[in-house]
């Protein structure tokens, strides 16, 4: 069944891609002479039922050049319909459009030639497409490493239908049908994705209190209602029973009433999400803060940037609130991305590995170095071949030098932030190697271990077996660990022993039992540098088993200490020691 899910949704992500690649090469760009996204050039704001009035012009753009002025009144009404669409979404850029004006109650005719949407003039356009790509990435990863979490495929569910609802936004069309599947689709994706989010908050700290169950049901149906209320204002829109202008219009004007439903429906899902983080515990808490915070963001940055777009009437205000929005849009995925990687939301040490990203980090450096090359070149259109040619040069000179320290710089930001979470947790492995020499207490000791394997290597089950105790000496498992030393895949052998992977507890070179660990808790498998660090856990457990055992009470004092004085030597032996 989890195949079933992960081929599903990871071509829901294909889609996604796909679609937003269309979009932006398409839309924007124009490719393969198909219609690109254009502008009006003007703010138009709903005043009463079936009417825009014109607020604000951009200065020397299409509507400007068509003679259209500040308070002439658009009736919606007097339109056909695929211009009715383009008013409440983006005309074609390079096509004529004939509006129906007002102005001091004289009827009026304007032909507007929208102009494309220019990508210099917008950088937050890249922006937005990056931080839509890489959501898309990010919910495609999910599944891809843990398709059989039900918590896993609802945030990847959630991710791809905001994803889709945005990534369809950069389309124009002359067909009044494809304007209707447009937006029938955004609005079905949005409110489909805040059911996704309350979904995926319930499935925190289960079974789920009363109150939380209340606001995860009213989070639900008021997201159903704003679904219903999109359908019927494309459907009012179409056949003109009733204005739906407000509600519809994409870029200004809102009609708070109408989207006061999903309104109200983010700050249930926010609200469920706090009290889903308020739920956890432990281990659980920190990766509800990590997952819902982000999509609390989210869906909050939306509503939020809807009102501010909604009150401005004028043209430069309305197009820097958009490019906020698309900015802020860029925070999500690097914060799922640290959540994922940093504080291991989920495990993806071996697909996000230092030499993917010293790749992307290279990438990174490359595309920076070519856009100062571009602006430099635009700045300097008007010098000299020779100048041009000098500054080239440099930034050549520039590119070559810099990657080294670039390189070392991103080893330890790498470290520090990506896998701070997995080293702290070896660490503490190691250390407790070491400490265990200090308890002189048989069954502390065994709990300790448990505890500390199960804390810092997410080990859903651990179990401490003893030659001749709980464990057959001519086991398999425990042959193999006598002969060879090292740990063994349990999955590999016929044994008795329950779990994942076994490390011997050695002292003296005898073998004084077994760490047994089980699978991990969050599904992923051991990292390599996780294993060699329970193997020094378990052999230094082993030592300290193996004097506890032997029943020097009166001694016992001594050789530990004898002992712990031995470790303090070997450590700092290791530090003086030359480091390549």
Request: hydrophobic residues 50%; contains cysteine; neutral net charge.
């Amino acid at each position: 069944m989890s195949g079933r899910w992960k081929v599903a949704i990871l071509s829901l992500c294909a889609g996604s891609a796909l679609l937003l690649l269309a979009s932006q090469l398409f839309g924007l760009l124009g490719y393969g002479g198909m219609p690109r996204v254009g502008l009006w050039g003007m703010q138009v704001v709903p005043d009463k039922p079936f009417t825009f009035v014109v607020t604000s012009l951009d200065p020397g753009q299409g509507a400007d050049r068509a003679g259209i002025r500040p308070g002439d009144v658009i009736d919606m009404r007097a339109q056909p319909l695929t211009v009715r669409f383009w008013l409440l979404d983006e005309p074609i850029a390079g096509r004529p459009a004939t509006l129906q004006l007002v102005r001091g109650g004289r009827a009026l005719t304007a032909t507007v030639m929208p102009t494309g949407i220019s990508v210099r003039r917008r950088p937050d356009i890249i922006v937005f497409a990056v931080a839509i790509l890489w959501m898309i990435a990010f919910a495609a990863l999910l599944v891809w490493r843990k398709p059989e979490s039900y918590d896993v495929r609802l945030l990847s569910l959630t991710l791809i239908c905001t994803a889709a609802s945005r990534a369809i936004v950069n389309f124009s069309s002359s067909s009044a049908a494809f304007y209707v599947v447009d937006f029938l689709s955004i609005y079905v994706l949005y409110g489909a994705a805040v059911i996704l989010w309350a979904m995926y908050c319930g499935t925190f700290d289960r079974p789920l209190s009363p109150l939380r169950r209340i606001v995860g049901y009213v989070c639900v149906a008021l997201a159903v209602v704003s679904i219903a209320i999109g359908v019927a204002a494309v459907i009012g829109e179409m056949t003109l029973w009733f204005s739906a202008d407000a509600y519809l219009h994409f870029y200004g004007g809102r009609s708070e009433q109408w989207h006061l439903p999903y309104d109200f429906a983010v700050v249930a899902g926010i609200v469920a999400g706090a009290l889903a983080i308020g739920a956890s515990r432990g281990e659980e808490r920190q990766r509800a803060v990590w997952a819902l915070v982000p999509l609390g963001l989210l869906f909050g940055f939306n509503v939020i940037g809807g009102y501010f777009e909604g009150s401005q009437t004028g043209y430069s205000a309305l197009v820097f609130w958009i490019a906020i929005r698309n900015v802020l849009l860029f925070v999500v995925p690097i914060l799922l991305t640290y959540a994922a990687l940093g504080r291991r939301l989920l495990d993806v040490g071996f697909v996000a590995n230092r030499a993917l990203i010293f790749g992307i980090v290279s990438a990174i450096v490359v595309c920076v170095f070519l856009i100062v090359e571009w602006a430099a070149n635009e700045l300097l259109v008007n010098a000299s071949r020779t100048t041009g040619t000098v500054f080239s040069m440099a930034v050549a000179l520039g590119l070559g030098l810099s990657m080294r320290p670039i390189h070392r710089w991103t080893d330890r930001f790498v470290d520090q932030v990506f896998f701070r979470k997995r080293h702290e947790d070896e660490a503490a492995l190691r250390r407790f190697a070491h400490e265990a020499a200090y308890i002189t207490d048989r069954e502390t000791l065994i709990e300790r271990t448990v505890e500390t394997v199960r804390e810092h290597a997410y080990a859903a089950t651990v179990s401490v077996m003893f030659l001749g105790t709980n464990v057959d000496e001519n086991d398999r498992a425990i042959v193999a660990l006598r002969t060879w030393h090292k740990p063994v895949d349990l999955d590999t052998l016929e044994t008795t022993l329950q779990g994942e992977y076994a490390y011997p507890m050695l002292s003296r070179g005898r073998l004084m039992g077994a760490l047994v660990c089980g699978p991990k808790a969050d599904g992923e498998s051991y990292a390599p540098d996780e294993s060699a660090a329970l193997f020094e856990l378990a052999h230094g457990v082993g030592t300290a088993l193996d004097l506890l055992g032997e029943g020097r009470t009166d001694g016992s004092t001594a050789v530990l200490e004898q002992l712990a004085a031995l470790n303090r030597r070997l450590d700092a032996l290791t530090e003086l020691q030359p480091r390549h």
